[in-house]
């Protein structure tokens, strides 16, 4: 599943509350539909009822994410097991999860979580990261992929006016695991410089694909 996604888009397929799209699976099938339509390698969506109203039409490799509380009642990208496990039945086929230390400072919880989402649900795991020591963790702990998702988003990194390009090359050079470009990609060229460039197994794109609102308050903010 991870060598189809090689050198492809990922498109993000997600809504926020308060935006028009929020909580209806089937306009995020419409979107899957679409990135399916433009050639896009894989989905990325968020909770169960969208993976698997997705999943009725689109057959890309799917990674699945779900943005819930925590034990300290934290929303973080996929807490814990269960929440990995309701993922899998719905179909996911990769499963992300938030590998900061902000989110998980405990290594061994880490460890315990991968762990158990490879041998008991048999799926990849995607390590969301925000720098390259989080990311060597992550690697330690088990992890399949690195995505540089959490860059810029957490209080001790810096966030960069595009795709932290930089830290895509770093995490390439240091780690033996592929590593997943996302995170404010806004142009078809940084996606094409992330793969072909920096070497970004393949390149996640959302909010400049799938989030209309985003896209035209910036041409608002132009004028």
Request: contains cysteine; negative net charge; proline residues 5%.
């Amino acid at each position: 599943m991870i060598e189809q996604l090689k050198h492809k888009l990922v498109v993000s397929c997600q809504a926020w509350p308060g935006t028009p799209f929020y909580g209806d699976s089937r306009l995020m099938r419409a979107m899957a539909e679409c990135a399916l339509m433009a050639g896009a390698g894989g989905i990325r969506a968020n909770g169960p009822d969208d993976i698997r109203e997705i999943k009725k039409t689109v057959p890309l490799p799917m990674i699945g994410i779900w943005k819930a509380l925590d034990k300290r009642g934290v929303r973080i990208i996929t807490p814990d097991f269960a929440s990995a496990e309701r993922l899998a039945d719905a179909g996911a086929d990769i499963i992300a999860l938030d590998a900061t230390f902000e989110a998980r400072p405990a290594e061994e919880e880490l460890r315990e979580l991968v762990g158990r989402i490879k041998s008991e649900l048999k799926l990849a795991v995607m390590a969301d990261i925000s720098n390259a020591e989080e990311a060597l963790r992550a690697e330690r702990c088990g992890a399949d992929l690195a995505a540089t998702t959490m860059a810029g988003y957490t209080p001790y990194t810096v966030k960069t006016e595009g795709p932290d390009l930089d830290l895509i090359g770093t995490l390439v050079r240091t780690l033996t695991i592929p590593v997943v470009g996302e995170g404010r990609f806004s142009k078809p060229e940084e996606v094409r410089e992330a793969i072909h460039q920096r070497g970004a197994h393949s390149v996640v794109v959302g909010t400049s694909i799938t989030a209309p609102w985003e896209v035209a308050a910036r041409f608002v903010r132009a004028i």
